[in-house]
């Protein structure tokens, strides 16, 4: 099956700083690659996706990059805001997606 | 509201009691997943369904573990026999069926503590 794994777990940044997490997958099948933020007692939210056919897409202030020849993809956020804060998501799969095992991030004001 | 409901939000209950959990997904999705998230970790894969029929179940899931989705509609999970280990927060989606992959949208989930 899929493995997915999101480095770092942690990641504190300062206001209007860039913020950038990696994940990696194992299944070469894999061919769409969705983000999630989570905040604290809440479900999660789709923010931005990407399917295998587009190797970059962006939306405001987030962006999301796929390599898929070498099985990993990012998360980019630009001017960070302190309501960026949450937990944030990958996943990847086919009919199915798996999820990694989430970053923290937390915006300094 | 015409996102995902799950219901309850909340269930205590005590080991070995058995529990049934439902999910209403978004009218027109055909797809319908079950998750389970422990504290600090991702979504865990449990099972999903394409209308009424159950396509994949995780391995790792306990024979304790059913789901059904009898008219393809809503979806009912039930945990039977209760460990402390179930407890966590159970989490719903639904997707439309189309070609590729579609956007899972989640419900509330039902967070679950089993004493």
């Known amino acids: 099956g899929e493995n997915v794994e999101q480095h770092p777990s942690t990641l504190s940044v300062q206001e209007g700083d860039s913020a950038v997490i990696k994940c990696t997958y194992s299944d070469s099948a894999s061919n769409y690659f969705p983000w999630y933020k989570q905040e604290l007692g809440k479900r999660p939210q789709l923010i931005i996706d990407?399917?295998?056919?587009?190797g970059e897409k962006k939306d405001q202030r987030i962006a999301v990059t796929l390599n898929k020849t070498a099985k990993h993809f990012s998360l980019h956020i630009t001017e960070t805001q302190p309501e960026d804060s949450a937990v944030y998501f990958c996943?990847?799969?086919?009919?199915?997606?798996?999820f990694g095992t989430g970053t923290k991030l937390q915006v300094i004001p | 509201d015409t996102g995902v409901s799950q219901d309850p939000r909340h269930k205590i209950t005590k080991r070995g009691q058995n529990v049934t959990f439902r999910c209403d997904p978004i009218s027109e999705h055909n797809r319908l997943y079950w998750y389970r998230q422990t504290l600090g970790q991702g979504p865990e894969f449990l099972t999903y369904?394409?209308?009424?029929?159950?396509?994949?179940k995780s391995r790792l899931l306990s024979d304790r573990f059913s789901a059904e989705r009898p008219k393809g509609s809503f979806s009912t999970l039930e945990i039977q026999r209760t460990e402390q280990g179930d407890s966590a927060m159970y989490l719903c989606?639904?997707?439309?069926?189309?070609?590729?992959?579609?956007?899972?949208?989640f419900g509330p989930g039902t967070r679950l503590l089993v004493l």
């Open positions: 990407i399917r295998s056919n587009v």
């Open positions: 996943a990847a799969g086919y009919q199915k997606v798996t």
């Open positions: 369904f394409q209308n009424e029929a159950q396509l994949e």
């Open positions: 989606a639904s997707s439309p069926v189309s070609g590729t992959q579609e956007t899972q949208y």
